[in-house]
């Protein structure tokens, strides 16, 4: 055996060395050929304004077309239900869903390849549209979009609650399909048995934890460490804009990777709040390992007090939940005594692929999806608001809406912007802020990995 | 000359023959399985994220931002924390468990050779579900154990540490050892049994026999198990971290090469700079085999 | 006869260890089935081995069969593992044939090129394979997956079976050429039968390694009907993060382990025979 791995080895280097002093040579030579692509772009490669702006039953319809969905928290019922009725509309079209939990991951080979789907809906982990705007993916809708009506002929703009992000200034590559909001959620029926009274503020909150623990049935507070843009939009993203004031200008200046953000006072004064729960004990020691079910259905167990997580909660444990259990919500726990509230909304878009294959349809699709009728059937069918502007009184939207709702429309509440970073920071933020909740970094080491990786792709962008 | 000829078509013949049998094999062998390592080593030089816009030679500045990334140490110490760990574990148990199998005469040897290998037969994505509970902080089956015997709650989260990557010791040789356990029983059976007789005759304890005897002629078998470990170790680590840890656990902390290369190209897009990894991959473990190969090497002369 | 031992301390820790090591096998097996028979809120009890509750919730099969499409990954699963097996057998056997009986210029070359590439990690190769599989519209598609287990499976298979063809005696060929037979005659007609031990060794050993492979299927496959059954497992595992059904997982994983079992169960001498068979002669 040994002569032969000898032997093997031996031609195993030979090989290596072919390899490596080919691959040098092949360097400069080939460069030419090989840059010719593979899949070549389509010829339509921008949004044409004038046609297909007005509403799309005027349009007939054919070809293929892909839709490509997340499904989570929100379930698929409401997508199932309009793309039935698109289908119906445009008998001719051949729809085909790519759908699911993984659908992320599963599809992103395909958007680096350059034959993606016609139309996305982008949310869930993994899913990143400052990314894909980034990357060139996205159909620029600009100038179509000024113009676009929805199947009952009004502007779509106007259909919005919130407008599009200009990830580009300037720029529509996305629209807001979905309003929901991150936040820290609760068991009011067992804070009513226990008498527990609801933080109002960061002292209150570290008061409660207190007690919490000397109960000691529970652990004070659970979070998905598995997926830790959780604790990151629930907990970390309102405290700094606390911290600042109340100015949510500093969202901003995150988002145009300013340097120096994450190193500012109010960032360091937000990573503290995390310190000190760290310090007390409060965070369930379980929770680094925990995905979002493992953590939600140990909440829901009453093994913790509180979750940081988004309003699609209630919806997606509805069959895990038990009897009597009362949704609580707060937007954030980190204000100073006597501050308002910070709401921080989670927001999911629609898009259409730079490469799609049938833009028309896309547009087409789009403009019926933002309807007054779709907008109802989303808070019914999902259980949560969305993005279109529509009356819910009728509606049998869930408590918990309609409680967020009260936070948003109050005054006492800072509605702040979303975070939308680069997926590189958003990984390394998400592994930096659980280390922070273990204690294996300190906030110094934090901001200092935080302000690396931001110049990392600072360097890169403007190169 | 008719001989002649007939002898040339006959030669004809027989290369026809030989090339019929050889070339389809390596067509394929060559388009799927060669071409991509030197296409893989190829892209390291680049600059390219997958679409074909940008497609640079950069040299070696992959390797060079490789020196600046906090991640690659790690995923390196990480892949050879398996490597050794699961050197010394599957050493250990399975050159215990041969010789038990083999010079002990132990009742029911042929029913738990059977039964050691039952693991080796399993997909690595069973094996890391499986293991996975059991890690599980709050009904997993450890801690479930440790909270009924202690009577406190016990939530540990095995899988959300620092240190996580020693957890997946135990599933890595759990699932593999009965490999290594087989091939240490072969190689101790293929022993002349005079050997022993006549150690025994001297009185030899069966320590002394395992050390004087078994160890040094089955030291073949040992190579083999420690250099089969360190190859599907280093390309394979891939299956269980992802399966168990997701994107590398922890901030990276159970992070291996293979699934960083992965995260950085089917995750980040960036293609050249996962080729990259992909040859980092491959001079380790070439480094490491073959000096693994020289060390125990000397360690057998000084044995015998 | 064998010696006498005493009944020594040492001999009692060998026999517990084994027990406990057989024990720790088993047990896990055992435990899976069981499992797969429970509803969630057993799981949650934190009584990981208490026995399920009656009614036993045999739904969770059918429910993983049907609902999350099992039935059609095993058959995508059967069809790749036999397709490329028979595909591996069939091409590593004409080539070790050549290798093993007849001697010509590189033969040496093409034996340990085929060897060595068992050594190299398949990672290095993973991304720019994805690219190639996808130009020629391999990806998603069983053909690809049948193309690269085929190609993987060769230089192990190659490795055992030119040791196989070598053992033959010279004598055969030269008979069959007097009785006329052409080289493919010979071939498959006696050659081929004679090692037909190797052949099954190899094929079973390579029926293995396709039905458990994970990481070429994850990487060229993500059209969910393509799926194999370890990336469906996986896949299910990571959509637990919606919903919980530890049952359901846990039947999916018998749809994995049980027909490896059974064929571990009926093959048993001749995959650990042929694991060995390479690593021992040496």
Redesign the interface.
């Not at chain 1, 055996?1 to 280097?13: D, E, H, I, N, V």
């Not at chain 1, 991951?105 to 395909?110: E, G």
């Not at chain 1, 369930?284 to 493992?294: C, M, Q, R, V």
């Given at each position: 055996?040994?002569?032969?791995?000898?032997?093997?080895?031996?031609?195993?280097?030979v090989?290596?060395m072919l390899?490596?002093v080919?691959?040098?040579c092949?360097?400069?030579k080939?460069?030419g050929s090989?840059?010719?692509?593979?899949?070549?772009p389509k010829a339509s490669e921008s949004a044409k304004p004038s046609e297909s702006a007005s509403a799309p039953e005027d349009v007939k319809l054919t070809g293929d077309f892909e839709i490509q969905y997340f499904?989570?928290?929100y379930g698929d019922a409401w997508w199932k239900e309009v793309i039935g009725e698109f289908q119906q509309l445009h008998p001719d079209l051949k729809i085909k869903e790519s759908a699911?939990?993984?659908i992320n991951?599963?599809?992103?080979?395909?958007w680096?390849?350059?034959s993606p789907p016609d139309f996305v809906y982008i949310d869930g982990?993994?899913s990143n549209t400052r990314q894909m705007v980034t990357?060139?993916q996205l159909l620029d809708i600009t100038d179509w979009f000024k113009t676009a009506q929805n199947s009952d002929g009004k502007l779509l703009s106007d259909m919005l609650i919130a407008q599009p992000e200009e990830y580009q200034a300037g720029k529509v590559h996305a629209v807001p399909l979905v309003f929901g909001s991150w936040g820290t959620f609760y068991d009011k029926a067992l804070f009513k048995d226990k008498g527990w009274e609801a933080p109002k503020d960061f002292e209150s909150f570290l008061a409660l934890g207190d007690k919490i623990k000397a109960d000691g049935q529970m652990?004070v507070y659970i979070h998905t460490?598995?997926?830790p843009y959780y604790i990151n939009g629930g907990l970390l993203d309102p405290a700094i804009v606390a911290m600042n004031g109340y100015d949510t200008s500093i969202v901003k200046k995150i988002n145009s990777l300013e340097a120096g953000v994450w190193s500012s006072e109010p960032v360091k004064k937000a990573l503290d709040k995390i310190v000190q729960m760290r310090d007390k004990g409060f965070f369930?020691?379980?929770?680094?390992?925990?995905?979002?079910?493992?953590s939600q259905?140990?909440w829901l167990?009453h093994?913790a007090a509180f979750i940081p997580n988004g309003l699609w909660v209630e919806s997606?444990m509805a069959?895990?939940t038990p009897a009597g259990f009362d949704f609580g919500f707060l937007p954030s726990i980190t204000q100073d005594n006597g501050g308002k509230y910070v709401a921080n909304p989670y927001v999911a878009t629609v898009a259409i692929a730079k490469k799609a294959k049938n833009p028309d349809a896309a547009k087409a699709f789009l403009q019926f999806l933002y309807t007054e009728a779709h907008g109802k059937s989303w808070a019914e069918l999902s259980k949560a608001p969305s993005n279109i502007k529509a009356d819910l009184e009728a509606t049998n939207a869930p408590a918990l809406t309609k409680e967020a709702s009260r936070f948003y429309n109050s005054d006492s509440t800072v509605v702040s912007p979303e975070v939308v970073i680069p997926?590189?920071l958003v990984?390394e933020r998400n592994?930096?802020t659980?280390?922070l909740t273990?204690g294996?970094?300190t906030p110094e080491e934090w901001i200092d990995?935080m302000e690396k990786a931001t110049e990392k792709i600072r360097s890169k962008e403007n190169k | 000359m008719n001989n002649a000829k007939r002898a040339g078509s006959a030669r004809m013949k027989r290369n026809v023959f030989i090339l019929s049998f050889i070339l389809p094999t390596l067509l394929l062998y060559l388009v799927f399985g060669i071409y991509p390592l030197f296409k893989g080593i190829y892209l390291s030089l680049f600059d390219w994220s997958g679409g074909s816009e940008t497609y640079n030679f950069i040299g070696l500045d992959n390797f060079k931002e490789m020196m600046n990334d906090d991640v690659i140490p790690k995923t390196i110490r990480n892949d050879y924390i398996l490597v050794f760990g699961k050197i010394i574990g599957f050493m250990l148990i399975s050159v215990f468990f041969a010789v038990a199998l083999t010079r002990f005469n132990i009742k029911g040897s042929g029913f738990y050779r059977t039964i050691f290998f039952i693991p080796n037969v399993l997909s690595v994505v069973v094996v890391g579900v499986l293991w996975r509970y059991v890690y599980n902080p709050n009904v997993g089956f450890l801690n479930s154990a440790i909270s009924a015997i202690t009577g406190k709650t016990y939530d540990f989260a095995w899988l959300g540490d620092k240190w996580s990557i020693f957890a997946l010791l135990p599933p890595s040789i759990w699932a593999g050892v009965g490999f290594t356990i087989i091939l240490m029983i072969a190689g101790i059976l293929a022993i002349p049994s005079s050997l022993y007789e006549a150690a025994e005759i001297d009185g030899a304890s069966q320590w002394r026999q395992f050390r004087l005897i078994t160890l040094p002629l089955s030291w073949e078998q040992i190579k083999t198990s420690v250099l089969w470990i360190v190859m599907t170790t280093l390309s394979g680590s891939f299956v269980i971290v992802t399966i168990m840890t997701f994107e590398g656990g922890v901030d990276n902390a159970t992070q291996v090469m293979g699934s960083y290369l992965y995260m950085n190209a089917f995750k980040f897009g960036k293609f050249s700079y996962g080729s990259a990894i992909g040859v980092l991959i491959l001079i380790l473990s070439f480094i490491t085999t073959v000096a693994l190969q020289k060390l125990m090497n000397r360690e057998n002369i000084e044995l015998t | 006869m064998k010696r006498r031992t005493k009944f020594s301390g040492s001999r009692w820790l060998m026999q517990s260890s084994l027990f406990l090591w057989a024990l720790g096998v088993l047990y896990p097996v055992v435990w899976t089935v069981l499992s797969a028979l429970k509803d969630n809120p057993q799981f949650l009890l934190g009584r990981p081995w208490n026995l399920p509750d009656l009614p036993l919730i045999w739904s969770n099969f059918s429910y993983v069969w049907e609902k999350y499409s099992f039935g059609h990954y095993f058959v995508n699963s059967l069809i790749i593992t036999i397709v490329s097996t028979l595909l591996g057998a069939l091409l590593s056997a004409t080539t070790a044939y050549v290798i093993a009986r007849y001697a010509f210029r590189g033969s040496g070359l093409l034996y340990y090129s085929y060897l060595s590439y068992m050594m190299i990690p398949a990672f290095l190769g993973m991304i720019p394979l994805f690219f190639l599989m996808d130009d020629l519209y391999l990806t998603n598609r069983a053909l690809g997956l049948i193309i690269i287990y085929t190609v993987t499976a060769v230089p192990f298979a190659v490795f055992v079976l030119v040791g196989f063809f070598k053992q033959l005696p010279k004598e055969l060929e030269e008979s069959a050429a007097i009785d006329g037979a052409s080289h493919y005659g010979t071939f498959f007609r006696i050659m081929l039968p004679l090692v037909k031990p190797g052949l099954v060794s190899v094929s079973i050993i390579t029926v293995l390694n396709i039905w458990n492979e994970y990481i070429f299927a994850l990487v060229l496959v993500n059209d969910p009907t393509k799926y194999t059954i370890p990336v469906a497992i996986a896949v299910m595992q990571s959509e637990m993060q919606y919903r919980t059904e530890w049952g359901p997982l846990f039947a999916a994983l018998l749809v994995s382990m049980g027909p490896v079992l059974l064929f571990y169960m009926i093959f048993q001498r001749k995959i650990t025979g042929g694991i060995t068979a390479g690593a021992v002669k040496g």
């Open positions: 055996m040994s002569r032969l791995f000898r032997k093997t080895m031996t031609w195993g280097s090989l290596l390899t490596l080919l691959s040098a092949g360097g400069s080939e460069k090989e840059s010719s692509p593979a899949a070549s499904v989570g928290g699911g939990p993984k991951d599963q599809m992103k080979p395909r680096i390849q350059g982990a993994g990357d060139d652990s460490g598995v997926y369930d020691k379980g929770s680094p390992a925990l995905n979002h079910t493992d259905s140990q167990q093994k997606e069959n895990d997926e590189e990984t592994n930096a659980l280390a273990k294996d970094i990995r | - | -």
